[in-house]
């Protein structure tokens, strides 16, 4: 069993930064591929950036490319995004995945483990 834990989540204000933190337990961190999606208030959930098992790879989604970066530590067991130049439309309820294998995927239903969501809110 995987627990995801994320952190970091918060009010700010337009043009601000936040990082997030997702600290996963239970297995190898490194054998994960990891994701971050968010969901606003009456849409669906959708793929904001993801990293392979060993760092190499990342995906990122049309709308955070240049202002969304995600990395991993493997040694602290850590994936970070670290989101700067946040916009209004970036607020939602930011969650942190993980699927087994080292391919980075855009798709949720490609991850097999889930955190409980941390909620981010930038103000105009």
């Known amino acids: 069993q995987v627990q995801l834990v994320e952190s970091g989540g918060g009010l700010v204000q337009a043009g601000g930064s936040l990082r997030l933190s997702c600290a996963p337990s239970g297995r190898t961190f490194s054998t994960f591929a990891m994701g971050w999606f968010r969901q606003a208030p009456g849409k669906e959930r959708e793929f904001v950036a993801a990293i392979s098992g060993g760092g190499g790879s990342t995906s990122y989604a049309d709308s955070v490319k240049g202002r969304f970066t995600i990395s991993r530590a493997n040694a602290k067991n850590t994936v970070l995004l670290q989101m700067n130049s946040l916009k209004p439309e970036d607020t939602a309820v930011y969650y942190c995945?993980?699927?087994?294998?080292?391919?980075?995927?855009?798709?949720?239903?490609?991850?097999?483990?889930w955190g409980q969501g941390t909620q981010v809110t930038v103000s105009s």
């Open positions: 995945a993980a699927r087994l294998g080292d391919a980075v995927r855009d798709s949720s239903s490609s991850y097999d483990y």
